[in-house]
């Protein structure tokens, strides 16, 4: 990550003068930053990418525009975040919850989770960390998590609002765990973060899931890159 800090920082210089660029380019500097000190960013990273239109204008933005495309894949191998919330959405978040509690399953590193305690929610947040040794070697929660399997959790534990992101579209244990939900009558909110029919989530939960895609929660949640993730409830 510092070689990849710094190769933004070049960029920043070669493009010190050009405001829209240099936007894009401070933007991920600012978010690794926070990252880095186990801080969200303030506010949702713009569209990291320049459109043909851009780069046929100048072809100096090629080969950065290749450069901001690893932004994602730098964030998932240092600091083991497939998601980036940022403190705008997570106060959204915090409002919308209104005191209920929470469960967070497959928390990873458990950003929201840490983000919500401060914020005093009473959040549980659980995670069986079978993703270890992948693209990050190990996990490093910003609050406590607590081994546990997903659909265990969802079956027996009490919360109001029940929230999963960035699932793998490789199992489908998000499809079980709305099929558990189903089964135990559960009425309260279950918040999905997510690409749908993409890179997130199994076919078996988008096929069978009833969503609604809230302004609330959505509104400091905007895709960064060509990734169009969103958030959703899941009935």
């Keep these: 990550m510092i070689a990849y800090l710094e190769l933004l920082n070049q960029w920043a ?5 050009t405001s829209d660029v ?7 500097q600012e978010a690794i930053i926070c990252l880095n000190q186990h801080q969200l960013p303030k506010s949702n990273l713009p569209l990291l990418s320049f459109s043909e239109r851009d780069i046929f204008s100048n072809f100096a933005l090629m080969p950065l525009d290749d450069d901001l495309a690893m932004f994602r894949q730098e964030i998932i191998t240092t600091f083991g975040l497939w998601h980036i919330p940022n403190q705008q959405w997570l106060m959204d978040l915090h409002h919308f919850i209104s005191g209920r509690s929470v469960l967070e399953i497959m928390a990873g590193n458990a950003v929201i989770s840490a983000g919500l305690r401060q914020l005093n929610d009473q959040v549980a947040s659980t995670d069986n960390f079978d993703w270890r040794g992948q693209d990050i070697l190990a996990p490093e929660p910003w609050t406590y998590v607590e081994q546990e399997d997903a ?8 919360f109001d609002v029940l929230i999963l992101s960035w699932a793998p579209d490789t199992q489908n244990i998000d499809w079980q765990v709305l099929t558990a939900l189903r089964s135990k009558g559960f009425t309260g909110d279950f918040i999905v973060i997510g690409e749908q029919n993409g890179v997130t989530n199994s076919p078996d939960f988008w096929q069978n899931a009833i969503l609604s895609e809230p302004e609330i929660l959505n509104q400091n949640h ?11 409830l899941v009935k």
């Excluded at 240099?22 to 991920?28: E, N, P």
């Excluded at 905007?222 to 959703?232: G, L």
């Design 13 to 17: 210089k070669k493009f010190e003068t």
């Design 22 to 28: 240099l936007f894009k380019i401070q933007a991920a």
């Design 222 to 232: 905007q895709p960064f890159d060509t990734i169009k993730d969103a958030v959703w």
């Design 151 to 158: 659909l265990k959790s969802v079956k027996q534990r009490t």
